[in-house]
């Protein structure tokens, strides 16, 4: 009876006739390829999963460089759970950047950038680089000396921009160096900047996908079967999605907890045989095809040129890409895609394997 | 509404004087903004006083650290006895590197950068050689410095 009023009470305030009637309205298209569709709302669990995880370590990690490391060793071994829910952030994190590039090729591939989606891929965009952001600054904050080479790798690497390098790299580091002054800025990029604007972006891509509906293929225009309702059958099916993803995170982490290594040194020699995080290796590997020097110029420089230039280029794919935005198909497109998916994925299989 | 003899309007009068007034605003803001957030970076030493007894007695074929500001510096003694002073930081992408005594040259590990005993490099990506320092002893002090810096102790 309770629940009746309280119904009424809000009912008597708020229009929930209008966002029933939103819901029982929503429709999502089917089809062959329908089951990338899943791929958008995986993501989005696993960054809510990665809030909840991150605020709960938030409540012991010290960000401060003489304490860090050792606040994380406590984290792991003195703290109820404390294991679970490092090793949990770990894997979420892992898993939202995969995830998150399966959605994104996905969407190059079936080209659902394509007008009037262009937005959706500019948000998208932004979200794939704060994720990469967020990784690189979560994995700084170990200080161990594997993330404090890496840091120092990716911000000099930065620093090797034309004209705007040397700014990025100082506002990076806040500091000539790598120090505990940049610590202090990765903890406020990792726990406060980049969160805002996260649940900024993200929610305006909800609401243009709301706005938009599901993008069908070009291929699947003719062939779809009968929409399905989003509520219940996708709600749940979406549900399904996310348990089982849920169920894989717990299980890596309880099998595979990262390990910590030695708190970082300024002084100390790079560790041997460092390696960046996955989704650095293709960067990784691109900067080793480059010589120290070409033609007089400096190889990195020119290399951090033609990669800004390729992602710049990725970026304004629905932009350039003429022809899917008349709905006509366009190869040259599909082209580009699978290179930059293969580029990708053969880059990465390399700097795992050598 | 526009008087007879005016070039504009009462209302595009004032959309400028508002427009103008927030654009300034926003101007201000964003300058002071931008001044906090880079920070004033600091420049790296010209020269570090060290103590020679910690120095010069390491074995041969050998190196110790020092600090150079924030970063790695290395002194080192050669084979022949010889010593050098050198920034133990890796032209390419700023790692610090090591000295292998095995092989006489100096190695890092981030990508695989070797550099010879002079600082040269010689094989991978670095672009450059290594940063040799200046040494010079007075006392008991062992002064390393950038080349061609002066370093002038006050007397005690």
């Given at each position: 009876?309770?629940c ?5 009470w ?10 029933r ?15 990338w ?9 696993l960054?809510?999963f ?16 003489e ?9 792991v071994t ?9 090793s949990?952030h770990h ?29 959706l ?15 690189l ?17 990716a ?16 506002f990076l580091?806040?500091d ?7 610590l202090?800025?990765?903890?406020a ?18 609401v243009?996908?709301?706005l938009?509906?599901?993008?069908v ?14 509520f ?12 089982i ?8 982490a ?5 390990q910590?290594?030695v708190?970082?040194?300024?002084l100390?020699?790079?560790?041997e045989?460092?390696?960046?995080e ?6 990784f ?8 020097e ?8 020119i290399?951090?040129i033609?990669?800004?230039a390729?992602i710049?280029f990725?970026?304004l794919?629905?932009f350039f ?11 040259l497109?599909?082209w ?9 994925t ?5 700097g795992?394997?050598? | ?5 005016s ?9 400028t004087l508002?427009?103008?007034w ?7 803001s ?20 060290l103590n ?14 020092f ?9 080192f ?9 050198l ?10 590197i090591?000295?292998?005594p ?13 550099f010879d ?36 102790l006050?007397?005690?």
């Amino acid at each position: 009876m309770r629940c009746r009023r309280l119904k009424d009470w809000v009912g008597e305030r708020y229009d929930i006739e209008g966002l029933r009637g939103f819901i029982r309205n929503k429709y999502v298209p089917s089809h062959r390829l329908d089951v990338w569709y899943f791929a958008g709302g995986l993501t989005l669990f696993l960054f809510i999963f990665q809030f909840i995880t991150g605020m709960a370590l938030a409540l012991y990690y010290v960000p401060q460089a003489e304490h860090a490391h050792k606040s994380i060793i406590d984290i792991v071994t003195k703290l109820n759970m404390g294991w679970l829910f490092r090793s949990l952030h770990h894997w979420g994190g892992q898993l939202a950047i995969a995830v998150l590039f399966v959605h994104v090729f996905s969407t190059l591939l079936l080209k659902a950038y394509r007008k009037p989606r262009e937005l959706l891929w500019v948000t998208g965009f932004v979200m794939l680089i704060i994720s990469i952001f967020f990784g690189l600054s979560g994995y700084f904050l170990l200080w161990d000396e594997r993330a404090f080479a890496a840091v120092r790798v990716a911000t000099g690497g930065a620093g090797n921009l034309p004209l705007i390098g040397g700014f990025v790299k100082g506002f990076l580091r806040g500091d000539l160096d790598v120090t505990g002054e940049t610590l202090t800025r990765f903890y406020a990029f990792h726990v406060a900047i980049l969160p805002l604007v996260t649940v900024a972006v993200t929610g305006l891509h909800v609401v243009l996908v709301q706005l938009h509906g599901m993008s069908v293929p070009l291929s699947q225009q003719n062939r779809q079967r009968k929409p399905e309702p989003f509520f219940p059958n996708l709600f749940y099916k979406d549900l399904i999605v996310w348990l089982i993803c849920l169920g894989v995170v717990v299980t890596l982490a309880a099998l595979f907890p990262p390990q910590i290594g030695v708190k970082a040194d300024p002084l100390a020699p790079a560790p041997e045989n460092i390696k960046p995080e996955w989704y650095f290796l293709f960067l990784f590997q691109t900067l080793k095809l480059f010589p120290g020097e070409i033609a007089g110029l400096n190889g990195e420089t020119i290399a951090i040129i033609i990669i800004s230039a390729a992602i710049a280029f990725f970026f304004l794919i629905p932009f350039f890409d003429r022809r899917s935005a008349a709905e006509r198909q366009s190869r040259l497109f599909t082209w580009i895609g699978i290179f930059y998916l293969v580029y990708f994925t053969v880059m990465t299989v390399i700097g795992f394997l050598t | 509404m526009k008087l007879d003899y005016s070039l504009v309007t009462r209302r595009t009068f004032l959309n400028t004087l508002f427009g103008g007034w927030l654009a300034a605003l926003a101007a201000g803001s964003a300058y002071a903004l931008l001044r906090f957030i880079f920070p004033t970076l600091g420049k790296e030493p010209d020269f570090v006083i060290l103590n020679k007894g910690d120095f010069l007695d390491i074995p041969i074929n050998s190196v110790k650290p020092f600090a150079w500001g924030g970063k790695l510096g290395l002194f080192f003694k050669k084979e022949n006895g010889t010593t050098e002073a050198l920034k133990g930081v890796c032209t390419h992408m700023e790692c610090n590197i090591t000295y292998r005594p095995d092989v006489k040259k100096f190695y890092c590990a981030c990508h695989k950068g070797w550099f010879d005993e002079s600082g040269k490099n010689i094989e991978g990506p670095p672009p450059k050689p290594l940063e040799i320092f200046d040494i010079t002893i007075e006392g008991d002090k062992l002064i390393i410095a950038k080349k061609g810096v002066k370093v002038a102790l006050p007397k005690a």
